[in-house]
Structures are given as structure tokens and as C-alpha cells.
């Protein structure tokens, strides 16, 4: 199974609420997950990871992806969703079945943020005689994953984790999430 490079946006929040683009948190997520996933060679029948040089094929690619996480939010079921032309011939032209496909996303506070939306909430509720303060999530995580099949040209799995508080940066958060997103496949895979 080839593994494609994964697509992934991480956002950093530093004034209020509002988020910003983060591309070094996004780089140091998407090497953690690369890595986690590579590491469950036993259970998962990952080997190869597949990048284009040509970053018009990586575009190409990345947009189909996206294309494909778009249609599987919607459809009812994963074999009502066909995979895309492009991709379908990155498989069979290299030998391979089944491409693993990977989107997350998430967003770390800065500290002084968290510690400005924590007094925030504190006050809120001191104010307005709320019986409890609003908590902040500090981080969030969320992992997509879809697995396509060239041979029946569909999806052949797709499943979704993810968390408040779950730093996208930290690998042992990304392990433990990672084997949240696959639990039902290797549950499959045992049967």
C-alpha cells in the first residue's frame, strides 16, 4: 500500500480566537504522523511513501485528495464514492491496489493566549453568575484517513479521530491518535 504524503494544516491561536496559518507546527505534525504511521508496518501494510517531484503532479494530487475527504463527509457509504482518475493511475501504473490517504488539522494556543481566554472565561462567569468558568481547549487534533482501492476503484476505508486538547505537535499524542483512527481497520483486519 503506498502512502501519500498527507495532507495537513495546522493553525496557531495568538490573539482572541483567531487563527493563523502555522508552517513549521504543520511540518513537525505532518513528519510525526509520517513516521507514526510507518511504525505500525505490522498491523498496517504500509511500505511505500509516494511523492511526486513534479510539484503540478503534487497539486494535482493534493486536490484530488481533498476532493475525496469532501465526498466521504457526505456520502452514506464508502463504496458510494469513487476514486479519482489521477490517482486510480498513480496506482495501477506503479503495481499497487490500495493508497492510503491522510488530512489532519488542528490548532495549538500560545500560552499567553490560553492564560488570557482561561481569565477570560473566569470573568465571564464571576460577572454574568455563571456556576462554571469556560475552559479553553489548549489543542486540537483531528485525523482523517481513507484507504482507495484501484481495483474496485472505490473507497475501501475511511474513518475520523480527534480531541480537544490533543497537541498536533507531540508524537505520543499523534501515536495514540493514530491508533484511534485505524482501531476499526485492524478490528477488520482480525476478523
Keep these: 500500500m ?22 513549521a507546527i504543520s511540518k513537525e505534525t505532518n513528519f510525526n504522523l509520517t513516521n507514526t504511521i510507518f511504525k505500525y508496518k505490522l498491523k498496517l501494510p504500509v511500505w ?13 494530487i493534493n486536490t484530488e485528495i481533498k476532493l475525496l475527504f469532501v465526498a466521504m463527509k457526505i456520502a452514506k457509504k464508502t463504496t458510494d464514492v469513487k476514486i ?21 488539522e488542528g490548532f495549538s494556543r500560545t500560552q499567553k493566549n490560553y492564560n ?8 465571564t462567569a464571576v460577572v454574568f453568575g455563571l456556576g462554571n468558568a469556560y475552559i479553553p481547549d489548549k489543542n486540537y487534533l483531528s485525523l482523517y484517513a481513507i484507504i482507495i482501492d484501484a481495483k474496485e476503484n472505490n473507497i475501501a476505508f475511511f474513518n475520523d479521530a480527534y480531541g480537544p486538547n490533543i497537541d498536533p505537535s507531540n508524537q505520543q499524542n499523534m501515536y ?13 483486519l482480525h476478523k
Excluded: C, H, W
Design 84 to 104: 479519482t482518475p489521477f490517482l486510480d493511475k498513480i496506482l495501477e501504473t506503479n503495481g499497487k491496489r490500495f493508497g492510503l490517504l491522510i488530512f489532519a
Design 2 to 23: 503506498y502512502l501519500f504524503q498527507p495532507i495537513v494544516s495546522v493553525f496557531t491561536m495568538e490573539k482572541e480566537n483567531k487563527v493563523l496559518y502555522n508552517e
Design 48 to 60: 511505500e511513501y509516494f511523492y511526486s517531484k513534479d510539484s503540478v503532479a503534487n497539486e494535482k
Design 176 to 188: 495514540y491518535k493514530v491508533d484511534e483512527l485505524f482501531s476499526k481497520y485492524f478490528k477488520k
Design 116 to 123: 488570557n481566554q482561561l481569565m477570560l472565561g473566569a470573568l
